[in-house]
């Protein structure tokens, strides 16, 4: 088993202050499900809680009345290397959070902030490891956002195709679990048949989920490098990461997967 090594990690979160589902843009949306607002506002607290008490530092960017979604703070914009690549949305209700975010980053003393050209949905379709940007489309993301990505950080940008709309972002679909190194877990069923063999070359000893724990969310978690937050409904999960050398954390947010986010989807990584 691997010594597994947690580092300080910084994240941008947005509470749920004015979470609910009235629109449908995902799978997972449905207007006719009420949201339990206190209990997201409850669980989201406990994600953000738990962060800090391992060590890590949690930004907050106020809420929005009229964005119910901006608790999904992933969306909002990629980090890499003290870079900020801005989101573009691609549906209407949620054009606004960009402005939002590109504000908090200027606002925070973050000199280099780029407004994308193309479709990016953040964090949501972009992920890091060591040696690649994985870059998700065919739901959100523009396959020309790859390149302005490319272009912007410098590091080279691995285009994967989805297509089951329940894995609609990057981030329900794939994990990094160790940004040091080129650990991942994936759903192989999110992704297309050239994809899944891009996948097994790059990453052979990827930890593969099961459509189950994909079910669950799984697959949207955050690691520290050691310690891996999941959803926990994911439990097909938890031994594999225990065998791996990882100390998984299952978290409660079922309020906030009725909008189609969970772990992930509420934590934006600060890098660099």
């Not at 799978?27 to 607290?45: G, I, N, S």
């Not at 523009?142 to 981030?171: C, M, N, T």
């Not at 990827?206 to 520290?224: C, F, K, M, P, Q």
Request: net charge negative.
């Amino acid at each position: 088993m691997p010594r597994r090594h947690a580092t300080p990690r910084r994240y941008l979160m947005c509470p749920p202050a004015h979470f609910k589902v009235t629109y449908s843009i995902n799978p997972w949306m449905d207007p006719a499900k009420p949201v339990d607002l206190p209990l997201a506002v409850a669980q989201w607290e406990d994600l953000r809680d738990r962060y800090r008490s391992l060590g890590h530092t949690v930004e907050v960017l106020e809420p929005h009345p009229e964005l119910p979604d901006m608790v999904f703070a992933a969306n909002g914009a990629t980090v890499v290397d003290g870079r900020v690549l801005g989101a573009r949305f691609a549906y209407p209700e949620r054009v606004p959070e960009a402005a939002a975010h590109l504000d908090w980053f200027r606002d925070h003393g973050w000199s280099t902030v780029q407004e994308p050209l193309h479709i990016n949905e953040g964090e949501g379709d972009f992920a890091v490891t060591a040696s690649y940007l994985l870059a998700g489309r065919g739901f959100r993301a523009s396959p020309l956002s790859h390149g302005e990505a490319q272009e912007f950080f410098g590091r080279p940008v691995i285009g994967l195709d989805l297509v089951d709309p329940r894995y609609y972002h990057l981030d329900t679909a794939l994990t990094v679990l160790d940004d040091r190194a080129d650990d991942v877990m994936y759903y192989p069923g999110a992704f297309s048949p050239g994809s899944r063999a891009v996948l097994r070359h790059l990453f052979p000893d990827a930890l593969i989920a099961t459509g189950r724990d994909a079910e669950a969310l799984g697959l949207n978690a955050v690691s520290d490098g050691r310690h891996v937050l999941l959803p926990q409904a994911a439990l097909g999960l938890l031994d594999p990461l225990r065998e791996r050398g990882y100390e998984p954390i299952g978290m409660d947010l079922s309020e906030l997967l009725k909008g189609g986010g969970s772990v992930k989807c509420c934590t934006q990584e600060l890098r660099g």
